[in-house]
């Protein structure tokens, strides 16, 4: 077989903003290079994003999110002296891949093709890859119009590109571009031609433990700890806002207990890690798989903390009591709307008295709460918005996140906005789809009386956001027992943070 060398790319988004990119990083590029690794390739994950010199984002702030996205656009216009920029260069120089591969979400598609164009203008005969939802709806339009992308992965990508690298390895035997699923690329003609769908993975045992991230600075690739694990695969949901399902199409998967076990044993004895963050789209969902892990790390004494996400109807306080009792420090919850009548337009499915009793449980079994919530849905008006405000007073979460809504492409509400004209998609390939990202979607509330309901909503989560109860709960003791010299660092971070 010949030995390719793959250069798995997550670009820049954060940074070029100005602020620290989140230390749980994405998974899909991780099981992609564990994969190709195992396949007998050279293949290394860089994240670009990462740069923890930077203050902490903090997204209360209307305006300042407005100019941290304008920062972000004028990064990626081509004209940009931006260091990352100059790293991407000296990266392809020492690692001298012979394929790129890129994840490519909607808000990152800029920067996107930055590092594509970089990587043709490296070398011609690269083979650059794109992989992830946003390519996956506009893989034709990519393709055509964007000349430095050769390929793109859609669906879930581990078989996928594996067979795609070993075609371009020249090791397949009677293989054809068309024989692979999952894949669209530009035929001799020049044509755009797309496979079959890929099926997804039955046995996610079968995949190795995901790879840690690396970055690079001064010349050196640097390892990332991987503290983000998942269990499960999936959500059963179908939320207007949600672009998941694009990918995971509604269906559930689950690796063995015995397989997540064994992955935290591994991350606890080769990279000393003790916080663990699941990122499973909803990792309680089925109560007899949760209960299990939990016995297994009971049964183990495994000296471990860690979070999930979870959601309302998944979640009983006999449950909670376990999963307190096995190291769960904190659980995040999706509740997005405190109006009945937008969770219906969300098709959120999400009982208001349950998710009370819920917070209440937490309070009692002392596990912190982190509750996610939206605005700016179609048809919301300012009473909808302040029944959300009296809902989030009422749940009082440990930290609670308030987010604008984003029309993501593959999601009913962006196919509303596009029909409402509030989206022009003519280039929604290329990332440019949105002004700005504290835009008003709700066809209802003028601009101005908008743009003040976020500034009050905003206003109300940081306060909660910042009590001192509240930021005792968020600090990872156990982490910094085992990393003291962050401490230090994330002091005077988060002293930036509390001055805003």
């Known amino acids: 077989m010949n030995r390719l060398r793959v250069l798995l790319i997550d670009p820049p988004y954060n940074r070029l903003m100005g602020l620290e990119a989140p230390s749980i990083y994405p998974l899909g590029l991780s099981y992609i290079s564990a994969v190709l690794n195992k396949a007998g390739h050279e293949a290394v994950y860089v994240n670009l994003d990462y740069d923890d010199s930077h203050a902490y984002s903090n997204p209360f702030s209307r305006e300042k999110n407005i100019g941290y996205y304008k920062k972000y656009k004028k990064e990626c216009d081509g004209r940009s002296a931006h260091a990352v920029w100059s790293e991407l260069r000296e990266l392809f120089s020492i690692w001298t891949p012979d394929i790129v591969g890129i994840s490519a979400t909607t808000l990152k598609m800029k920067s996107v093709q930055v590092v594509a164009k970089a990587a043709k203008a490296y070398s011609k005969s690269v083979k650059v890859?794109?992989?992830?939802h946003h390519s996956q709806i506009y893989a034709g339009e990519i393709l055509d119009k964007c000349k430095d992308v050769d390929y793109i992965v859609k669906g879930e990508g581990e078989e996928t590109m594996v067979e795609l690298v070993r075609f371009l390895s020249g090791s397949g035997t009677g293989e054809s571009l068309k024989d692979i699923n999952g894949i669209a690329f530009?035929?001799?003609?020049?044509?755009?031609?797309?496979?079959?769908?890929?099926?997804?993975?039955?046995?996610?045992?079968?995949?190795?433990?995901?790879?840690?991230a690396k970055y690079y600075r001064d010349g050196r690739l640097i390892d990332m700890p991987l503290a983000s694990i998942m269990g499960t695969r999936g959500c059963p949901y179908d939320c207007n806002y949600c672009a998941t399902n694009n990918i995971w199409l509604r269906k559930v998967r689950r690796r063995s207990v015995e397989n997540v076990i064994a992955e935290i044993r591994h991350r606890m004895k080769n990279d000393n890690i003790y916080e663990f963050n699941f990122l499973d789209d909803c990792f309680t969902m089925n109560k007899k798989w949760t209960e299990e892990f939990c016995d297994s790390i009971l049964s183990e004494a495994l000296p471990i903390n860690w979070s999930c996400i979870s959601d309302i109807n998944s979640i009983d306080e006999d449950l909670f009591k376990l999963i307190v009792r096995s190291g769960c420090n904190k659980i995040n919850l999706g509740i997005e709307s405190g109006s009945d009548r937008i969770l219906r337009l969300c098709n959120k499915g999400l009982d208001m008295e349950k998710a009370k009793k819920i917070f209440g449980y937490a309070r009692k079994h002392r596990i912190s709460t982190t509750a996610y919530f939206m605005m700016g849905f179609p048809t919301e008006g300012p009473?909808?918005?302040?029944?959300?405000?009296?809902?989030?007073?009422?749940?009082?979460?440990?930290?609670v996140y308030m987010n604008v809504l984003i029309p993501l492409p593959g999601t009913k509400f962006f196919d509303r906005a596009v029909s409402d004209g509030l989206i022009a998609p003519e280039r929604a390939w290329s990332g440019d789809i949105y002004k700005h990202l504290q835009a008003n979607y709700t066809g209802k509330i003028d601009d101005e009386e908008f743009n003040g309901l976020v500034d009050e909503a905003y206003a109300l989560c940081y306060k909660l956001d910042k009590r001192v109860t509240n930021i005792f709960?968020?600090?990872p003791f156990r982490a910094y027992l085992k990393q003291p010299q962050k401490v230090l660092s994330d002091t005077k971070k988060f002293a930036e943070w509390v001055r805003r």
Do not use: C, M, Q, Y
């Open 473 to 475: 709960k968020r600090i």
């Open 383 to 399: 009473e909808d918005i302040k029944k959300t405000e009296a809902l989030i007073r009422e749940l009082n979460p440990n930290w």
């Open 129 to 132: 890859i794109l992989g992830g």
């Open 186 to 212: 530009r035929n001799d003609t020049g044509s755009v031609e797309e496979t079959g769908p890929r099926a997804l993975i039955s046995d996610l045992d079968s995949l190795p433990f995901a790879d840690p």
